[in-house]
């Protein structure tokens, strides 16, 4: 209606451009309205009475689409507008100019179907024009009842794609760029031609592929499982690139036309970057049990189905008669890929590998029961995870073992100690690291792990010489071992430089003790020449002995400066 749809300069306070608080900020501390309770809701004059509660507690905000019903009058009773009279309530967007800045700040406080009167001045409404049936500079008041609203949202912050929740989703959500999504959309252009649809049950695609124009996947990331919205895209974020998604087919439109989607998020797959580097990636089929995952050191039960890309199957455990796999994680007991993603895992949660030959079986061939895993070959597993008993549970319980169990509690035990090793390395706890290696190796005396931690921790506190021995029997049980050659070439390097300032400490030490040593002389034969004790030349010869003598090599063990 125009009449109330007039504008003036307040019209547009927005955001932004508030005086002196935030939108719709209500009175610090103040409790919620009770019904017949008037109050004021900001410094501009603006109060509201609260006629009739609504429901719940969220309300809309600038930019949100509500409808509403409203009454308006003057301040003597005196009523100018209403929708009320023709049964059609008001719907525009908050905080766009489409009605005066009174109700805008008024409805950002209201509730889905409340009912308040609010009261403002002339500031907030009309201004010094007035308007029909609204004499200038009058205070005026609305009776309003916000029926519903819709929440917009500027997905791009450009204007370039506007997404109306139609429906609100679920608590999952929103997916990420990984994640695999299933949507059912309806793609139109202004005339209502449609020139995309999914099938019935909709279709799946990942969020860093893409799929029908660009709009889509940046709207899919702003939402929920379940969501139900409508997007208005502008040419730049759907056709105006000439680029069409190839899997789908389009009738002939104007590259300029704006295109409306009725979209909804159906349901998505999370995918964990399990090593930080996607080259293994999880797709959680199935969530699991609670909060708490296999970790590192525990003792896990899974069955799975190993395949190549093109779905040959090389291995199967626990599937058709064959028994499900039993390994403690992180012990080098299955491939990395495995064993990394088996540890993010929950109990009873189900999932698809996808292992990149670095974290599976590298450059060789190898033969397994079911087929061969050609060189350089990614890997897909789809694992489900039993059961699993961390570790420190498992052994730290009163519990009678039989001879298999005390086993495995003396396996979980050196998996706890070396777990707990590695921590105190990162704490930079190095004697206790050191304790916790040695009780590992009075179990297993060439167990490389704790030989190849302790010897870390000798080289933090400086003794190399056990660092050396730790790294030379680690080398013993494997030669190549990749992290042990690696920490003994860091060993030599810490000892070079130590070899280096201890030169320089006996350098120094022995140049100081030369120069005291020749001062002396020199003042002894000044003194001997002054007092006649001793003729000049022999002065002199006594001169060339002592140099003679310090000139003599010196003691095994004793380094000195070669330059």
Known sequence: MVEFSKLNAADFVGEDDELDEEPGEVIESAPPLQVGEEREINSLGLTKKLLKRGIGWETPEFGDEVTVHYVG?????????????????????????????????????????????????SELAYGVEGMDGVPPNSSVQFEVELISWITVVDVCKDGGIIKKIIEKGEMMGPPGELDEVRVKYTATIDDGAIVAKTPEDGLEFYVKEGHLCPALPKAVKTMKKREKVNLVVQPHYAFGDDKKDSNTSFRSFPQSSVLRIDLELVSFKPVVDVTGDSKVLKKILKEGEGFVTADEGASVTVRYTAMLEDGTVFDKRGLDGTDAMEFVTDEEQVIAGLDRAVMTMKKGEHGLLTIKPEYGFGNAEVKQDLAIIPPISTILYEVEILDFIKALDFVSGDIPFGDDDLKLVESLRVSCWLNTAACCLKLLDFHRAVNLCSKVLDVESSNVKALYRRAQAYMETADLHLAELDIKKALETEPQNREVKLLQKSLKQLRAESNKSDAQIYTTMFSRMTKDGSTATKRLKIDNVENNNKPLEEVIAMELEETAVSSQPPEEGVAVDSS
């Open 73 to 121: 009058k003057l301040a003597d009773g005196a009523e100018f507008v209403s929708t009320r009279d023709r049964d059609k309530p008001l719907i525009f967007n908050l905080g766009q100019g489409q009605v005066i800045s009174g109700l805008n700040h008024g409805i950002i406080t209201m509730t889905k179907g409340e009912t308040a009167l609010f009261r403002m001045p």
